[in-house]
């Protein structure tokens, strides 16, 4: 291959990034432009800039005390459906990896058929049943189904790291007078770190943007969390759009922060799974 080809394919790989990269960034920057506006401004000149700058519709979401409920309602929600997940999975992942019994396939098999179930499916008997526990406006009512829904996948993902670990370190370790689960506990578990990080930050971004579960579950405005909040703040003022605007763009702001920071961690990890061997 030549050198000319070479620039010219590495020039349209740039190319393609460039474009995909603007379906991404332009919408943004309009919404975040649009959110310094009036919505007259907005309706006059909806791709100019704004002239004056409404940094009012910041700031009153800011100094807003529902804004900021609907924030630790969804980091709580999130954090706790993570820790959730990441703990049933792993036992189960760690019993499915290293214990050969009877029917472990047929078992791991079902729980991988639930990747293929639809949880819009279990709307009624899931109500049905939160409403019969009581875990209506409840944030368990949110917490436990959105773990159980996440357990396929974060089993598969985990089952799979957890048999690169080489046998022979395990029996080195019961040798040496550790047990199964001090093993998995002490070795196991740091060692599988980067799995750990990224199913951990599948399920809390998975929670975050989770928004039928939450507007099901809760009723009373004290639980919602920020996906609903933005439904609830439309639908108040729908015709202020560049205030829905703003209320959407600082709704954003914590998800991709979340995601700043974990970014390295998420291709990490599933890096890290595709490379054992």
């Known amino acids: 291959m030549s050198a000319a080809t070479r620039r010219l394919r590495g020039l349209s790989r740039h190319a393609l990034v460039w474009i995909l990269g603007s379906f991404i960034v332009v919408p943004l920057l309009y919404a975040v432009l649009s959110g310094f506006k009036t919505t007259g401004d907005l309706t ?130 019961i040798i040496d007078g550790c047990s199964r689960f001090a093993f998995f506990w002490r070795i196991l578990l740091p060692m599988a770190r980067p799995a750990i990080g990224t199913v951990s930050v599948l399920a809390i971004v998975t929670s975050w943007n989770n928004f039928f579960l939450p507007l099901l579950v809760f009723t009373n405005p004290r639980w919602h969390t920020i996906p609903v909040g933005i439904q609830q703040f439309q639908g108040q003022y729908s015709t202020n759009y560049a205030l829905v605007f703003a209320y959407i763009v600082l709704a954003m702001i914590p998800a991709l922060a979340f995601y700043a920071v974990a970014e390295r961690q998420l291709i990490g990890g599933l890096t890290a799974g595709a490379t054992k061997g």
């Open 44 to 173: 006059d000149d909806p791709f100019g800039l704004p002239s004056p700058w409404q940094v009012s519709n910041y700031t009153g979401i800011l100094g807003s005390g529902d804004f900021w409920r609907q924030v630790g309602n969804s980091i709580m929600i999130a954090t706790a459906t993570a820790l959730i997940t990441v703990a049933v999975s792993a036992l189960a992942a760690f019993a499915f990896a290293r214990y050969a019994f009877r029917g472990r396939e047929a078992f791991f098999t079902l729980f991988a058929v639930g990747l293929m179930f639809p949880p819009a499916v279990a709307v009624l008997p899931l109500f049905v049943l939160l409403r019969t526990f009581g875990l209506l406006d409840n944030p368990l009512g949110v917490i436990l189904p959105q773990a159980a829904f996440a357990l396929p996948m974060t089993i598969i993902i985990l089952r799979a790291f957890f048999r690169t670990i080489p046998g022979d370190l395990e029996e080195a370790a």
